[in-house]
Nanobody, 121 residues
Framework: QVQLVESGGGLVQAGGSVRLSCAAS????????MGWHRQAPGKERELVVV???????YYEDSVKGRFTISRDNAKNTAYLQMNSLKPEDTAVYYC???????????????WGQGTQVTVSS
């Protein structure tokens, strides 16, 4: 089992920046990738970015060049630096983790409780 706790959300003006943190605990040795999803009002939850164990990343097109994910393996923590924020970025942001399948781990997906980011115009 993996537990994920997000922090850092809040209210920010358009053009501003916010940094989200995601602390993982439990079976962290089994984590292969971490990432962030978001859900805006009236919309389906969507992938924002993922990062694997070696640092390779994938970003959704609308956030490329503005958002940056990083991962501190020693602290079992992932971060999402969000710059040049737009009102369209307003959403609940969820930290996610995927565990690997091998002799000691089972593959599964885990979700944090979410943190609200509101961007005012």
């Amino acid at each position: 089992q993996v537990q994920l706790v997000e922090s850092g959300g809040g209210l920010v003006q358009a053009g501003g920046s916010v940094r989200l943190s995601c602390a993982a605990s439990g079976g962290t040795i089994c984590i292969s990738s971490m990432g962030w999803h978001r859900q805006a009002p009236g919309k389906e939850r969507e992938l924002v970015v993922v990062i694997n164990s070696t640092g390779s990343t994938y970003y959704e097109d609308s956030v490329k060049g503005r958002f940056t994910i990083s991962r501190d393996n020693a602290k079992n923590t992932a971060y999402l630096q969000m710059n040049s924020l737009k009102p369209e970025d307003t959403a609940v942001y969820y930290c996610t983790a995927r565990t690997k399948y091998d002799a000691n781990c089972h593959q599964d997906d885990y979700w944090g409780q979410g943190t609200q980011v509101t961007v005012s115009s």
